[in-house]
């Protein structure tokens, strides 16, 4: 029996599940963190099987090394947002000149931290860790300067929760750094 959506036909019942995963490494290997599925899932209902034929897009916007305008690269990271960043940082030019800042509630949160800190080592690069309750431990625009000094020349990525895409990205443009030069992916749940 075959089931058809808009006059392409595939054999056997159509089921369609949609599912925001975010890929975390770059293209050219496989590994990836299905963030909505790990928190979400239930067991036998929103889980594919083995086997089961997926299609995958993107990527999307403007968040890949090709955004790029310039020499130094700022990559701030929070929640699961950090996946996005440690593929951007495996994907730059391996001389970049690259400073990571990651952003947690707890060291726990720190998705992919053991490999976003190999990469940055790798590179040469600083890595800073925002680790604390956001009222409390904050990132704005006295720390960015203080973590990152002049950044008015320098492409930021940007990729988080979307209060906090928003309110590193106002402090970004307060600092000096141009629109054009800030690329920023928000995730919402």
């Not at 929103?46 to 897009?57: H, I, L, S």
């Amino acid at each position: 029996m075959d089931s058809s959506s808009n006059g392409v036909s595939w054999p056997g019942p159509v089921v369609a599940l949609a599912s925001v995963f975010s890929v975390g490494t770059a293209p050219s290997t496989v590994h990836s963190s299905d963030h909505q599925t790990a928190r979400h899932a239930e067991p036998g209902r929103d889980a594919a099987q083995a086997g089961t034929r997926v299609w995958v897009e993107g990527p999307y916007g403007v968040f890949t090394r090709h955004a790029r305008r310039g020499g130094r690269v700022v990559l701030i990271g929070a929640g699961v947002g950090i996946s996005p960043i440690r593929a951007l940082l495996e994907d730059l030019p391996e001389h970049t000149d690259v400073t990571v800042i990651l952003r947690a509630s707890s060291a726990e949160d720190l998705v992919h931290r053991a490999e976003v800190t190999q990469l940055v080592s790798e590179r040469g690069g600083q890595l800073h860790e925002i680790v604390g309750p956001r009222k409390k431990v904050r990132l704005d625009g006295n720390v960015l300067r203080k973590l990152v000094g002049k950044v008015s020349n320098t492409d930021v990525y940007v990729c988080g929760p979307a209060g906090f895409s928003e309110g590193v990205t106002e402090s970004l443009l307060r600092l000096g750094v141009r629109h054009d030069r800030i690329h920023q992916e928000a995730f919402a749940f």
